[in-house]
């Protein structure tokens, strides 16, 4: 069904279901998990936990672009805005499967606080999407440029024995450079400060706590 011929209970609902699928739910990825490529070396103890921080870090920026697309989507005011933005949650959840399935291997789990990660994300979403179609868009753009710089960091920061998670964040980086392009052809606008300066703290502050919860 066309997203524009929704009701109102129907988008709700479908947000919901969205919702629970990301933080409860294990979502399938569309395209082959680009690990697979890679032969499964042991790590030991302290590389393996370093790896599981990092990808659980990843894990919970993936549940918060699901959120932060779906709040904006929600309030978008044009279907055109609205439809790229459910695309690029549709994106995102090839991530979300595959960092998940990273984590499982690792031994480890997601983010404990992943409803709260959620939440937090899906009003922040929607409060930018309140300010217009191009703040919407200017607001991926900016989500997509600090989840890219994020994940340089974590290239380099690997055991240089994780194969398996680096081709993960390969593909990521490449998919997440194309979805903030494609917000700037549609319309960006880019936003004032201190919204990106804001965007980067609150990032920050998820990034020194889902290393560990
Ligand atoms: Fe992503
Ligand atoms: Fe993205």
């Known amino acids: 069904m066309n997203a524009r011929s929704l009701s109102p209970l129907d988008r709700l609902l479908s947000d919901l279901q969205r919702a629970m699928d990301t933080v409860a739910g294990a979502p399938a990825a569309e395209r082959p998990n680009p690990a697979q490529e890679h032969a499964d070396i042991v790590l030991d103890d302290d590389e393996r936990r370093h790896a599981a921080g990092l990808m659980r870090i990843n894990h919970v920026g993936e549940v918060c672009a699901q959120a932060l697309y779906c709040g904006q989507a929600a309030v978008a005011r044009d279907g055109a805005t609205r439809e790229h933005l459910l695309a690029a949650a549709q994106e995102e959840t090839d991530h979300l499967a595959w960092c998940a399935d990273r984590l499982r291997e690792l031994d480890s789990r997601p983010s404990l606080l992943n409803p709260l990660w959620y939440a937090g ?26 989840v890219e710089a994020h994940i340089d960091e974590h290239l380099q920061s690997l055991p240089q024995a994780d194969a398996r998670s680096r081709a993960i964040l ?35 502050l998820m990034k020194s706590v889902a290393y560990r919860l």
């Open 121 to 146: 994300s899906y009003a922040i979403g929607a409060l930018a999407g309140l300010r217009g179609d191009g703040w919407n868009l200017g607001f991926v753009v900016e989500t997509e440029r600090q």
């Open 170 to 204: 390969q593909v990521m980086k490449a998919d997440e450079a194309r979805h903030a392009d494609a917000a700037e052809q549609a319309g960006a606008r880019i936003l004032p400060m201190p919204v990106p300066t804001l965007m980067a703290a609150a990032s920050k």
